[in-house]
């Protein structure tokens, strides 16, 4: 959206009143199926104050009537949304979960899948991307087969644009074993590094919403949902793992979550790999029966995928572009 000509109006007084703060969270919850909680409003208010800026727009609630009028641009909702998701990662990010995967996953899926697909699903910036190649590549030239193929997916434009260009510093890559940032990454300017071409050309990026666009592949291996979850409430994290993630996943496939996070007290369609010693769960063998009866998910007269917010989707196949 081109910012409005005139000058801008004094914000110092712009303050996020409860019932619009009460209205945003909705638009939010809709939108994204975060669930921003009470308490959250100071962090609203200065997370939007930047559109409202750009905008030159008066208050909270003007900014409200925008977004949801009737004459808001797709790229002002895709700025609405990048403002309100929280983007925090970084190479390497709870290691034993790739721990865990070069040494028992991908060994036994080389030996009895053809081959290995890897979701990364909330994918930000792409440093979880990223940090799968390396290890994927690694354990597949130790087996000696063919690498995983790699998606990385995010409701947000700002981070998926990052994520392609694979540029980053220190605090990002402080984890990265010296051998290996001098294997995949290449100096560029200001003391950053950015992901070797060869290696950025192995890796899919997409913008895809979890709720609104079909799932990357039918017969995801494995995906990664890592630190995601925790900004959901527990009917939308239902809906995801029950509805989307059981339907998605192959039926010896493997979903990692956040290390504070849990599925325990609500699924029906994973458990727990305990012997992994990491958030690590498996799809039960009658997880499809249920997947088609978990909350939230029904299916069309022709079978496919309503999602959760009542858009009909396709049922999955072939990757494509989603959208907001
Ligand atoms: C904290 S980051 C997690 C990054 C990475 N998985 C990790 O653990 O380091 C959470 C990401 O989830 C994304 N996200 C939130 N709601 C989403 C949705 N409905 N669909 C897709 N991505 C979503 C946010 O944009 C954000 O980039």
């Given at each position: 959206?081109?910012?409005?000509?005139?000058?801008?109006?004094?914000?110092?007084?712009?303050?996020?009143?409860?019932?619009?703060?009460?209205?945003?969270?909705?638009?939010?919850?809709?939108?994204?199926?975060?669930?921003?909680?009470?308490?959250?409003?100071?962090?609203?208010?200065?997370?939007?104050?930047?559109?409202?800026?750009?905008?030159?727009?008066?208050?909270?609630?003007?900014?409200?009537?925008?977004?949801?009028?009737?004459?808001?641009?797709?790229?002002e909702?895709?700025?609405?949304?990048?403002?309100?998701?929280?983007?925090?990662?970084?190479?390497?990010?709870?290691?034993?979960?790739?721990?865990a995967?070069?040494?028992?996953?991908?060994?036994?899926?080389?030996?009895?899948?053809?081959?290995?697909?890897?979701?990364?699903?909330?994918?930000?910036?792409?440093?979880?991307?990223?940090?799968?190649?390396?290890?994927?590549?690694?354990?597949?030239?130790?087996?000696?087969?063919?690498?995983?193929e790699?998606?990385?997916?995010?409701?947000?434009?700002?981070?998926?644009?990052?994520?392609?260009?694979?540029?980053?510093?220190?605090?990002?890559?402080?984890?990265?074993?010296?051998?290996?940032?001098?294997?995949?990454?290449?100096?560029?300017?200001?003391?950053?590094?950015?992901?070797?071409?060869?290696?950025?050309?192995?890796v899919?990026?997409?913008?895809?919403?979890?709720?609104?666009?079909?799932?990357?592949?039918?017969?995801?291996n494995?995906?990664?949902?890592?630190?995601?979850?925790?900004?959901?409430?527990?009917?939308?994290?239902?809906?995801?793992?029950?509805?989307?993630?059981?339907?998605?996943?192959?039926?010896?496939g493997?979903?990692?979550?956040?290390?504070?996070?849990?599925?325990?007290?609500?699924?029906?369609?994973?458990?727990?790999?305990?012997?992994?010693?990491?958030?690590?769960?498996?799809?039960?063998?009658?997880?499809?029966?249920?997947?088609?009866?978990?909350?939230?998910?029904?299916?069309?007269?022709?079978?496919?995928?309503?999602?959760?917010?009542?858009?009909?989707?396709?049922?999955?196949?072939?990757?494509?572009?989603?959208?907001?």
């Amino acid at each position: 959206m081109n910012t409005p000509p005139g000058p801008a109006p004094v914000l110092a007084g712009a303050t996020l009143a409860q019932d619009t703060f009460d209205k945003f969270r909705a638009l939010i919850y809709q939108k994204t199926g975060i669930h921003m909680r009470e308490g959250k409003q100071i962090l609203i208010a200065n997370r939007l104050r930047k559109r409202l800026v750009h905008l030159k727009l008066a208050s909270y609630e003007e900014y409200y009537s925008l977004l949801t009028a009737g004459r808001c641009s797709d790229a002002e909702m895709a700025q609405f949304i990048d403002a309100v998701s929280t983007n925090e990662t970084y190479f390497f990010r709870e290691g034993n979960h790739f721990t865990a995967l070069s040494t028992t996953i991908l060994p036994e899926l080389f030996r009895t899948q053809g081959r290995v697909r890897i979701w990364s699903a909330g994918c930000s910036t792409g440093e979880e991307v990223y940090t799968l190649r390396i290890v994927a590549d690694q354990a597949a030239r130790a087996a000696g087969v063919r690498e995983p193929e790699i998606v990385g997916t995010d409701i947000s434009t700002t981070v998926i644009s990052r994520a392609r260009g694979g540029i980053y510093k220190d605090r990002a890559l402080r984890l990265v074993p010296p051998e290996l940032l001098k294997t995949y990454f290449v100096p560029v300017d200001n003391g950053a590094f950015q992901v070797s071409a060869e290696a950025r050309a192995r890796v899919e990026f997409r913008v895809h919403n979890l709720f609104t666009d079909p799932p990357p592949w039918e017969g995801v291996n494995i995906i990664f949902c890592r630190n995601v979850m925790i900004y959901f409430d527990k009917p939308t994290q239902t809906k995801l793992v029950d509805g989307i993630f059981a339907r998605a996943i192959h039926p010896d496939g493997y979903l990692f979550i956040g290390h504070s996070e849990s599925l325990s007290g609500f699924t029906k369609c994973f458990t727990y790999a305990s012997a992994l010693k990491a958030p690590i769960y498996r799809r039960k063998k009658d997880a499809a029966a249920v997947a088609r009866d978990a909350p939230g998910v029904t299916l069309d007269a022709a079978g496919a995928v309503r999602d959760v917010f009542g858009t009909a989707k396709g049922a999955g196949g072939t990757a494509r572009e989603g959208t907001l």
